[in-house]
Structure formats: structure tokens, C-alpha cells
């Protein structure tokens, strides 16, 4: 890591942490942690200075204020390179990095054992940890060029494993498009089953797809593929909703996770045979609606909330047929 300024700037947290509430000196802690703050002494924060952490704090002051702590931010300058580079080390992510790396490249072990679907779950968790290590490494470690790289020669190589006979060249095809890297669009409002094709695609189809959320009078765009209503490339027909058309045209209505959701979001879209969790996961995607500012916002909310279902769903007991 290449050393800060002689003058850099930093962020000090002195907190006095309720003694008396250990659920509430718990909820400071973990806040201070996923914030990446680190640890001078006890009740002693530090990070770098900058706008959001800056505001991240304040408003954790202000929590801790309500609940009877107390606590400051105080901005300061390291005395010298020597102690700059001494907190400078505090936040290096590069063991973290060095980690990720070594967990996907094991994953190539796996190919050509166990199914590609499965590398791929892995993988998905491991791009959720890279987004996270990331979003706290303030000074940008030179391992993280490389972890993301590998990270993205593995989902590749996996997805090539899971769609073998895509072409390579990017071109059509008559029975199916090349998609990989493409804009993809659906309609306004962003109801169950929009969502649920929008983290299909991301997430086992096109991993580096951009989402395109079109007015009601807007015309989809020729270079993209629509989805998810009348005269897209992928809609509902008498059968099945767009999850399940997108799941048969992909080959991906072998993965038995992928058919149960699939029952999930049918029923939440058109009705039909009840699922037991379809309440529950419509309750959630109505919170994330209220919550969110914008349909990017909204789309990101229920990613969280599909992959979390995937996760439940992968290692759930048998519960008949469909259950893994």
C-alpha cells in the first residue's frame, strides 16, 4: 500500500458505550465494525476521512445520544508519514483479498465433478464478499485488481460450463441469443415476477447484465432484449410466467431451487397453487417498494431478498419432489 500525505486526514470516534444495555453496547459494535472502523483502544474509532464517513458517524452520534451514550468525532492529522503509515496499515484488505482468491481458485477443483450450478451459488456469495471487502478498502489495495479478476475468469469458465452450447463470438442464433454483457429491459411497476427474471438474469444468466426499468410508453430499445411483458423476447404464456420461460429456454429448470422459486413467483404473479412462503416474500418486496427511492434501489433491495430464498431453498430438508 503506498503511504498517505504527510498531512492526511482522519476521523477519531470517542465513544462511551452503555454499560447497562449489552443488546445496545452489541448494536454499537457491530455498526463501528461493518463500517470498517478501526480499533486505537477501547471507545477509540478510527477512520479515514471522507464525506460518508464523516456522515456515518454523525448520524451514529446522534443514535447514541438518544439512548444516553455519548460520543464525539473529532478530525485529525497524523503527526508524521511514520504514524500515517501506521494507520495506513490498520485498513489494509489485502489478507482479505488474498482469501477470496484462494477460495475461488479452489473452486476450479470442482469442475468437471461437481455441477456448475453449484460452483456458480458459491460464486455468487464470493462477488457478494468481494463487493463488501471493497466497499471498505478507503486506499484501493493492489490485490484487489487481482482478486477481481480472478473472480471473473472463474464465473466465465463456470458459465460457460452451464451454457456450453452458447457461441463465443457474442452473435444470434436461431434457437437462442448469445447473452452475455447485453442490456436487458422490462416495465414499470416492478412487480414479482419482473424481479425475480431480473436477479435470474443477473445471477445465473448474464452476471454483468444492465438493467433497463422502460416508462409504460416507452419503447423498448432495439439493442435489448425485453422481458417480462407483452411482445418482449421473453414473456408469460398460457403456462408458465417469464421466471419459468426464462428457466426453460436457459436449461436452468434442471436446477430444482430455480423450479421452486419459479412455483413461488407464479403464484405471486398470477395466483394458482398456494405456496406457504409466497406471503412472506410478498410482505418483504412491499417493504423494499415503500422503502426505496428508485427502481435501481428497489431492484438491488430484492436481489437481496431472491438470493436469500435461493440460499433457504438450496438446503432445505426434501419436501417433496421439487425440494433439492
Known sequence: ????????????YVASLPMDDPAARMRMLR?????????????VYLLPDNPVNRQGLQRLSEHMNRISAS?????VTNFDAQQGQIFLSLFDRAGKYEELIKTVESLRAGFGISEPSAIARVLNKQRREFEAISALDFFDSPVKGRAAQ?????????????????PQA???????RYYFKRHWASRKPLLADRLAS????????????????LGKAQACPPTAIGFGFEGATFSNNRDKVTFQELLARFSLDKNETLVRIG???????TG?????????????????RRRCNSDEELFSESEKTFDLLYEAYFDAPDRGPTAR
Open 272 to 288: 394458482g397453487a398456494p405456496v406457504a412462503e409466497g406471503a412472506g416474500v410478498e410482505t418483504l418486496l412491499q417493504g423494499a
Open 263 to 269: 412455483m413461488l413467483v407464479h403464484y405471486l404473479d
Open 170 to 176: 457474442g452473435r444470434l442464433t436461431q434457437t437462442g
Open 71 to 75: 460520543a464525539h468525532v473529532l478530525q
Open 1 to 12: 500500500m503506498e503511504g498517505p500525505p504527510p498531512d492526511s486526514k482522519w476521523l477519531v
Open 198 to 213: 431480473g436477479w435470474l438474469i443477473r445471477r445465473f444468466i448474464d452476471p454483468e447484465a444492465t438493467l433497463m426499468w
Open 150 to 166: 480472478v473472480l471473473s475468469d472463474t464465473e466465465e469458465e463456470v458459465r460457460k460450463r452451464m451454457f456450453p452450447d452458447i
Open 31 to 43: 455498526t463501528l465494525e461493518s463500517m470498517g472502523c478501526a480499533v486505537l483502544r477501547e471507545g
